[in-house]
Each structure stands twice: as C-alpha cells, then as structure tokens.
C-alpha cells in the first residue's frame, strides 16, 4: 500500500510539474538587467519602457507563433543600479537560474561589452540596443547582436555635412569621454576629419563624468577652433554647453553625440540649447513602416502616451530589439537558443526603427541623420540622402542671440 | 598668455566654489569629529531646495540662499538630534557606516521625488560675463566666488568672534570642561551639524547655477570636499579657502598643461602627497 501510495504521490507530483511546466513553456521569457536607479537611469528607463511596450503590444497582437503553437512574451528586468558588476551578476541570475529564453540589453557600452561575455559564454543569445562600442563586436561573439549604428560612424554624416557649410569650417575639437563608447567614436572620427581636409587643432580625451570644461573651452577660444566635435555623457554635455555659455565660447558650430535628441536636454538647457547640433539613427518618422506598431509615428505616439515623455533612438532601438527576438523565433520555428541565435544572424525585416539585418559582426549599420535644435525644436537637417533643412550657421555669439 | 591668464582665472572661480562646498564638511569633521560622507548628498539636496524656490516661487537661486540655508540647517539639525547624537561618541567606523547609509538613502529617496532627470537652475543671467581685456570672468561663478569667501570669511569670524562660536570650538576642544561651563552637548552638536548642512545647502545652491544636477551626483562631490578638507587642514575655515583655490587652480593647469583626464589624479595625487608629507593640512598646526 505504502509503495503504491508513494508512487501515485511521485505521479501526482510528476503531473504537477508537467502542468506548470506546460503553461510556463507557453511564456517566453525575455530577461535584462537595465539601469532603472543610479546616475544613468535617466537613459536606462527608455529601454525598460521600450522594452515593456513592445512586449505587450506583441502580445496584444496574440503573441508569438512558434510551429503550431502560440507563445506569449514575458519580461524579466533587474535594476543594475547603473554598477557594471552588478549588471554582469544579474544577467548570469537570468540565464542560470531564471532560466529565461533569452536575453535584451543594457544601455551603455561598457555595459553590453561586460554583459555580453554571458551570453556568450551561457550560448543564449542578446540582441540590445544600448552599446555601439566597435569594441563589444569586434571579439567575433556568436551571441551578441546590436542595433545601435557602430560608434565609428556616429560623426560621419556630420563630417559630410560640414564639408558643405558656407563659410567652411577649418579647424575642428575632437573632444571625447575615456569610456568604451566615446573612444570608438573618437576613433572613427580622426581619419574622417583628415580625409575632408580639416585642420584637427585639437584632439583631448576626458574623463567620464567630467564637470568642468573651462580649460578646454578656454583653449578652444584661444585657438579659434571652428567646429568643436564631442563625444560624451549626457551630464557632460549639459555641463559643457553652460560654461560655454559663461565663458563666451561660440566657434562656429557645435556637435554632441548625445543629448541633442532628448528632451530633457532641450528643457535643461531651454534656449541655450538652440544651435546645438546632434545626431541621431531614429526619427518618429511615418515612412518607417512596422508590422506591429503599424509606423515609428504611432509607435512614438503610443509611447508618450502611456510614458509621458518622448522616445528617442534608445527607445525604438529597445523596441526593435524584442522584435528582432520575435521574428527569429518565428523563422527559426523553436526557442532553441542556438537555431534562434542562426535566425537571427539571418533577420531582415522593417522595423519601427529601420531595417534589421544584421552583419557578420551581429551589429546593423544605420546611417545617423544629423539634426540641430532650432528654435527649441529638433530639425532635421541632412540624412542618408543629403539635405533634408537648412541648418542655422554659424553659431552667433552667446550676446547676439 | 591669455590662455594661461584665463585658465587661472578659471581655477580660482572654480576653487573658491570647491571651499564652499568643503567648509561644511570641515567644520563637522573638525567639531564633532564626524567624516560625513553623506555630505555631498545634502549638497544635492541644497541644489534641488533652491531649483524649486527658483522654478515654483521665481526667487533668484543667490537671493533665495538664505531660504535654502535656513531649510538645509533643520534637516541638519534633525538628522544629528535623530541620529547621529546617537552615535557621536561611538567609534570612527560606526559614523562612516551610518553616514554611508544616510548618503544612500538620500540619493535614492531624491531619484523618487525629482526623478533620474537632469535639471539646471538657470536665471536669465546664469550665462553672462564680464569681459576684462583678453580674460572673461563667467559671471554666476563670480558671485558664487563671493559668496563662498565672504561665508567662509564669515564662518571664521563666527567661531572667534561669538558667544555660540566659542562654545563650539569650546566643545571640540574638551568637552568635559565645556559641560562644566554650561554647554549643553546634544543641543550645540545639532546646532553645528545644521550649520554644517546649511553650508553644503547653499553650496548647492551655487553649484546648480554654474552645473547641471541630478540625484547623482553627491558622492564626486563628497570626495571632493574630503580631500580639500585634508589639503587645507581641518583647524580653521581659512585652510578651506586654501585648499579650494589650490585644488581648483590645480586641476585647470593639469587639464591645460597635461590633459584634461588627469585633473583627478593631480588632485588625488596632492592629496596623498599632503597625507604623508604634512597630515594636518597646508594650513594646520604642525603635527
């Protein structure tokens, strides 16, 4: 009796487990560890809403079709606190013991290059969108995917568009941050400023979370720079543009890799900000047609709905990540980590963020379109196919504005 | 020439706003021999209480420093009778924990309040200058470059010259003797902890009219106050304004001469230097 109990037991407990296993199978579980708190979490919430709408948006749709059946997606996210060791502790917690499908990013290079060695490492594949270091995809990972353009080209529609300004600039500042990200950029940059011709009179590395820019800025007037090209944090950026302002640095145009397309650099700054050059991969523009969100203008819509703020490129580039996931799946017709990871390497779709095909690299290349604010707006000035708006240049002085 | 001139002149802006941000540290080391290191964090805090008297009440961030100082100093003097009393004669260990603890903590509950955004305190004449020939003196570092002397000045005269001061200095020279004589030490050591936090408030204060802020950035900050505190010595608020300017005009020579990636490690580098050579500071009684 006792051993036939102790089996029916053991078949009971079997049945259980085979139930819960079924509906959890039913899920896919997309886990990342995003900067929610800490001095990035300004930018890490972009990816943890991006990634939260496109997950139900997905789902709303009716999930996921892999074979015959249909999955729903689910999200896993930890808050790094903006601590890359942490980030790197939490992403083996979701692959060992959460055991989730499979892996989005982090925002920040240095991040998705310390990350990234647990996807490889674990074999389940990361498609992020926060990291575009050169660095994270020149070590030939099999697991790691971008969508961010690579950090060496950030600067060349600039370049481009600098050659054809009236009256031309001739000297140029490289200014960049001593993080994994800004060295890239600055690295690209160099051989595209010699090859246009220009004079580089300068060319400084700073460190990251830098707050005072005096003696470059100073420097930057004492040598009449025209063009001053920087690469850094969106604190940075702020800091610089403000001692700028108070020590009547104008050359005749500025660039910033980052904070020019968001908009809490516009309301920081308020008119200071205008003639600010940027750049970016992503517009919410209506021609970026998108299977789920239908176009980036409703997709941008529907985010500030429900987040109250605007979407940048670290948003749609997030959102575009759980679709690429999503359509590998569904071509690849498993959630076997490895087939996925082949699909992936083969995606090519239309997303709300551009076209997703990845290079043997596991990195896409989107061309950045450069953009200025003007007038408090940001306008687009020239993209992949040349001049889209006049920019205002040059830059006046700070008193003649 | 100019470049050197205006560099400098840079450096001494920027010093004098280190000193303010540092003498609230030093006196609270110095008297009640607590390090702080919540410190930068309430100089955050003094950053935020003086954007919102600007943004919601339109009171100029240099007129309103007074508002933030009187703010900043109840929260001083209720986090020292709450808290740290309970503490002060406990080992070094135990202040550096709490303190920690309190600077997390503070951090955290200000990325609830005022989210992870960056915000600047920005009055229509937070970007002027005066240009004098070849050098252009930033006019909002200029008033916070007087500000800071004139509290730091301040500051001296008040611990030599007052009833209150004396106490004080009375109270971290003996306190036995300082009970005998009327000092009561639980009410005082709030008192100075308060005016130690209304510095750091009004050092925020100038702080976000010259730098963006954030809920982040106490902890640079803290270690920045720390180690002019060391170089300047703890023994008189003047040995701030020495370690400020010195520190200040350091880093924009090395930023100008070396490269800007080694501003920190000149400063840090000093700091050991002073730590080994002369540990009671440029200005203190020699050991």
Redesign the interface.
Known sequence: MLKISGLSAALVAAAVAMSSGSAAAKDIVLGASVQL???V??TG?YYRDAYQLAVDKINEAGGVKVGNETYKLALKLYDNQ?DVNLSVRQYTQLVSRDKVNFLLGPFASNFALADSAVSEKYQIPMVQGGGASDQIFARKFKYIFGTLAPASHYFGSTVEMMKGLDPAPKSVALLYA?DAFDVSVAEGTRPKLKEAGFTLAMD????T????????L??V??KNVDAVLVAGH??EI??FV??A????VAPKMYSFTVGVPSE??R????K?ADYAFGMTAWLPSADLKDQWFGDAAQFAAAFKAKFNYDPDYHAASGAADVEAVVKAVENAGTIDPVKVRDALSKVDFDSLYGRIAFNANGQIDLPQTVIQIQDGKLVAIQGVHGKIAAPKYPMPA?DAR | MDLLGQVLINGTLLGGLYAMMALGLALVWGVLNIVNLAHGAFIMLGAYVSLYLFTYLHIDPFLGLPITAAVMFAVGYCVQRGLLNLIVRAPMFNTLLITFGLEVVLTYLAQLAFSADFRTINPTYAGDSIVLGPVVLPLARLLAFGVAIALTVGMWLFLLHTKLGRAIRATAQNLVAARLYGVEPRHLYAVTFGIGIALAGAAGGLYGTVSQINPYIGAALTAKSFAISIIGGLDNPLGVIVGGLFLGILESLTALYIGPTYADVASFGVLVLVLIVRPTGLLGKAA
């Open positions: 708190t800490g001095p979490a300004n919430r903006s001593d400084e590395r700073y460190s979370n830098a707050t005072d820019f005096n003696s470059l100073s420097q007037k004492s969106e604190t702020l800091n403000r001692q302002k108070s020590l009547a809490d650099f309301k920081a700054l308020g200071d700070w």
